[in-house]
């Protein structure tokens, strides 16, 4: 069974996240979007570029979306995560305003 359409912004983010795409990746957030990486939260373009650089694009990640489910302005996808740094299955939910990514939440 296909998965839903991601939102435009989300796509974007997880298209630049696999290209190595540090700039398009932070393009995707709002001005004062953040990151929750297991309760550590990164916020505003130069915190989410430190985390990135540390522990996702900066470890060359992939992710390959298994599952995406939608509840009003969130959108949580499963991923098959790889790269140098952690590997395995994730959920990210996505909190998306506007154009623009609000919140990227790293939950499971």
């Known amino acids: 069974m296909p998965t839903p359409p991601l939102p435009a912004p989300v796509d974007r983010a997880l298209r ?8 398009g990746f932070l393009a995707a957030f ?10 550590r939260e990164f916020r ?3 915190e989410i570029r430190g985390w990135s650089d540390q522990e ?4 060359q ?3 390959e979306v298994t599952a995406v489910r939608t ?10 995560v790889g790269g140098n ?3 395995g299955p994730s959920d990210f939910a996505f909190t998306v305003e506007g154009d623009r990514i609000a919140l990227m939440r790293i939950t499971g």
């Open 85 to 87: 740094g952690y590997t």
């Open 16 to 23: 630049a996240a696999n290209g190595g795409d540090i700039d």
């Open 56 to 59: 996702f694009i900066g470890r």
């Open 30 to 39: 709002a001005d004062d979007g953040a990151v929750n990486d297991w309760g």
């Open 71 to 80: 509840q009003g302005s969130t959108t949580t996808v499963s991923l098959q």
């Open 44 to 46: 505003g373009e130069e």
């Open 61 to 63: 990640v992939t992710l």
